[in-house]
């Protein structure tokens, strides 16, 4: 009976939960151009508003290239400093890793207040890299912890024995280290990849309306009214990252990509 009632409250309180993205869900399939709930009618068209609206459209491109493109730099600038941290034991050297994360540990608007100030002090504000750079820099953090919890499960000896058979480091890398921690690399670009879809604040703090990403397009759209388009897209970002996170679950170690340890260590 004991285990009856908790079965119940978790799925009450999971229902509580989804509530939400159920009212979300159920707007976006109104027939009738409204945000009433339960939805009038069934219509998917809204969804393909997304795709068919030259509007919708260029701002669904923005925001991809834009995710993409921060994403990768984020893993470019995480991937040496990780690995940096791993080979070099010195004090010292945490002072790094406290640069890497200390974007993300900042409230957003403090952050996006710092890049607009920067970038509007240095005459870039406006231009599409100065939004890549900026969530690349935000969003650092991820695969850097990532990519640290890759390179601590790695053992060493696999490392001193390359080195031993005569391989520098170069070669280490490639051949040796980068096959045991590309899992890491994959989960690390993911994460960076979904936050930076959804992201808002940065982006609007760094280039304005010259590049409008979906999050900025939902935003703007509010002035005009409400559609069942705004909340298609974001059933489309829920779809998204769920899909993205569970392939990381699924190739993955996520309970170790999150931090837990196994019971051998």
Known sequence: MNTFLQRC???LFGLFLAMP???VAGVSVNEKQTLAFPPQGFSLSWYGEIFANPEWRSALIASLTLAALSAALALIIALPLAWFLWRRHAPWANVFQLLGIAPFTLPPV????GF????????FYGQPATAVISHAIFFVTLPLVTLSLGFSSIDRSLVEAAATMGADDRTVFRTVVLPLIRPYLVSGYAFAFVLSLNEYIVAYMTVGFTLETLPIKIFNALRYGYTPTMASVTILFVVVAATIFGL???FGDLPKLLGAMSSRE
Do not use: H, K, M
């Open 9 to 11: 409250y978790f799925a």
């Open 21 to 23: 993205l159920i009212v």
């Open 110 to 113: 403090i952050t996006a207040l």
């Open 116 to 123: 607009l100030t920067f970038w509007a002090t240095t005459g």
């Open 248 to 250: 990381v679950a699924r």
